[in-house]
């Protein structure tokens, strides 16, 4: 049971960690939902957005990747002024 409790507070401690990058991962899964809804691919031979589900996860890996850099630049640039 005290594994348990060891395994959510190292969850939760990344997950506070990486909030940022999270934050953002949702916001590019909206932004990939939107992009499907108004402009989509009106032939459907479109790979990225010819399906909400594949437009929302190439937003989200996107947001996740911007995120995870703009977030590990951030920190290096505290490091540095340190």
């Known amino acids: 049971m005290e594994e348990v409790g060891i395994n959510l507070l190292?969850?939760?401690?990344?997950?506070?960690?990486?909030?940022?990058?999270?934050?953002?991962?949702?916001?590019?899964a909206v932004a990939g939902f939107l992009y499907w809804n108004y402009v989509g691919c009106a032939s459907g031979n479109?790979?990225?957005?010819?399906?909400?589900?594949?437009?929302?996860?190439?937003?989200?890996?996107?947001?996740?990747?911007?995120?995870?850099?703009?977030i590990s630049k951030v920190q290096n640039k505290k490091n540095d002024k340190q």
């Not at 479109?46 to 703009?70: K, R």
């Open 10 to 28: 190292k969850m939760k401690n990344w997950i506070l960690k990486k909030r940022i990058p999270i934050g953002i991962t949702f916001l590019g």
């Open 46 to 70: 479109c790979g990225i957005t010819a399906n909400w589900y594949t437009s929302m996860a190439y937003g989200s890996v996107m947001g996740w990747l911007v995120g995870d850099f703009s």
